[in-house]
């Protein structure tokens, strides 16, 4: 799914008990993580749910799986995968997600615990990019 689909998706619920409804539907669709990923290394802090992302890197292309022990965050997971997976680092740190974020009506809609969790979601990705790039 792109990220045009995905706004495009979004735009089709028109309450906002519809779109938690698709987030978490979103969620189901993530790969799964192995048992031995799902720890400290991977997790994310800043998370009040647990949270585990794993990126890896081939042919210069950045691949994301992560997962999350609450399913809206999982849905999260997979809107955040949706606009950054399966590019190369420099693409992901150029990548600014706010336009994106903003038509999807996210900052309005989520508590402040869950945008925390979101932002520290988007620090790992930047940060795992930056890592890359030093490769």
Not at 35 to 56: F, K, M, Y
Not at 58 to 74: E, P
């Amino acid at each position: 799914m792109s990220v045009t689909s995905l706004l495009d998706d979004f735009a089709l619920f028109d309450d906002w008990e519809d779109r938690y409804r698709f987030i978490i539907e979103l969620g189901q669709s993530l790969e799964p993580l192995t048992e031995d990923e799902h720890c400290d290394a991977t997790r994310v802090p800043g998370c009040v749910s647990q949270v585990w992302l794993v990126s890896e890197l081939h042919n210069g292309i950045l691949h994301f799986r992560g997962d999350s022990d609450a399913h809206i965050v999982r849905g999260l997971i997979a809107i955040l995968l949706r606009i950054f997976n399966d590019k190369t680092p420099s693409d992901i740190l150029a990548l600014d997600p706010t336009d994106i974020f903003t038509q999807l009506d996210l900052n309005d809609h989520l508590t402040p615990q869950r945008s925390n969790g979101f932002a520290s979601m988007l620090q790992r990705i930047r940060n795992e990019a930056a890592a890359a790039t030093s490769v």
